[in-house]
């Protein structure tokens, strides 16, 4: 049997709950719901019963494969602006047909919808919005080498977060004490996952090809993440998350410790992921990033819902308890099978 990385004496601990502070999560999901529905995701019932609740859509990545200036005006044209570009070019002197300059930014479902001939909906799934083929691809109809997505799957990106945490912070009446819940099945957060490529056998002398990571955190909260005996248990067992406390600071950046393993270079000790579950002392929203969905969901007051999905830095509907967030669920873009 394969041994698991130790913790290193220096990684941090995180403040962690007794998985009990999330009983009430999950005894309010709705029983007997159908699985990937909104009332088996977030608490919508007793003690905490919710007026409203709203699905905020992941942004979406693009990516333009042949970038010029002429590229630069037809996607602004669409809305779109490149959050940067790459030069993959070895010969500079190469016609403007051969060019490998790509461009990547975001955008939303909205203007992918658009882009298709398609519908944004309260039960808008991403392979039927954006039409999907067989490759899993998502291609411009009006822009050649212009592609979309997918959308990130259990997190929303950090400007959204930052967008969405503003929101929820002030509507509630605990604002410095929530209570956040992660999947534990990151490799990052347990340490193993290998990091290949030509950067480890520079940073070792030609020694390796790849590295093992430690875990990121101390031992008590590996042992809660190892052992599974202090984590929430969501579901019967379908879902399980370890409960930590934040004034605040993780859920408006969520960007935790990763450990970096003693002969990489320390370029990056941090990694990125917004929390699964979220709800304020006081409970007067919730919060759940299922890691399957590619959109966030947030029960709360009418009036929070009605700031939500009229943010600029957001993308939200109103859904309703019933509603399927499944692949297929999507009667109203829904093709068929694809290729």
Do not use: K
Not at 7 to 26: F, K, S, T
């Amino acid at each position: 049997m394969r041994r698991r990385p130790r913790p290193r004496p220096e990684a941090p601990e995180l403040r962690l709950l007794d998985p009990a502070e999330g009983a009430w999560v999950a005894g309010t999901l709705e029983a007997g719901a159908r699985l990937g529905s909104v009332a088996s995701t977030v608490p919508v019932g007793n003690p905490a019963p919710y007026e409203a609740i709203a699905r905020i859509f992941h942004p979406v990545p693009w990516h333009h494969r042949r970038w010029d200036d002429g590229a630069a005006s037809r996607v602004r044209g669409l809305g779109l602006m490149p959050g940067e570009t790459a030069d993959f070019r070895r010969d500079t002197s190469a016609d403007a047909d051969l060019r490998t300059v790509h461009a990547y930014g975001w955008t939303d479902w909205g203007t992918v919808a658009r882009d298709q001939g398609t519908e944004l909906h309260a039960a808008a799934q991403w392979a039927d919005l954006a039409r999907v083929d067989q490759d899993e691809a998502s291609r411009s109809a009006v822009e050649a080498a212009l592609e979309f997505g997918p959308p990130e799957q259990g997190a929303l990106a950090p400007s959204a977060m930052a967008a969405l945490a503003e929101v929820l912070l002030q509507h509630t009446g605990t604002p410095d004490r929530l209570v956040l819940g992660l999947w534990p099945g990151r490799g990052w957060m347990d340490g193993g996952s290998a990091v290949f490529g030509p950067s480890v056998g520079e940073a070792t002398g030609g020694r390796h090809s790849s590295l093992e990571m430690p875990p990121a955190f101390g031992p008590a909260t590996l042992r809660a993440l190892r052992t599974g005996s202090g984590l929430l248990d969501v579901g019967g067992g379908y879902r399980e998350y370890l409960l930590v406390a934040d004034d605040g600071a993780r859920l408006r950046r969520p960007f935790w410790p990763r450990a970096v393993h003693p002969l990489l270079p320390e370029h990056d000790r941090t990694e990125y992921q917004s929390a699964n579950l979220a709800w304020p002392r006081d409970r007067a929203w919730a919060l759940a990033s299922e890691i399957d969905f590619d959109s966030t969901l947030v029960a709360g007051s009418a009036d929070l819902i009605r700031v939500l999905c009229a943010d600029p830095g957001l993308e939200a509907v109103t859904v309703r308890p019933e509603t399927d967030l499944t692949w297929f669920a999507d009667t109203v873009n829904h093709r068929g099978p694809v290729g």
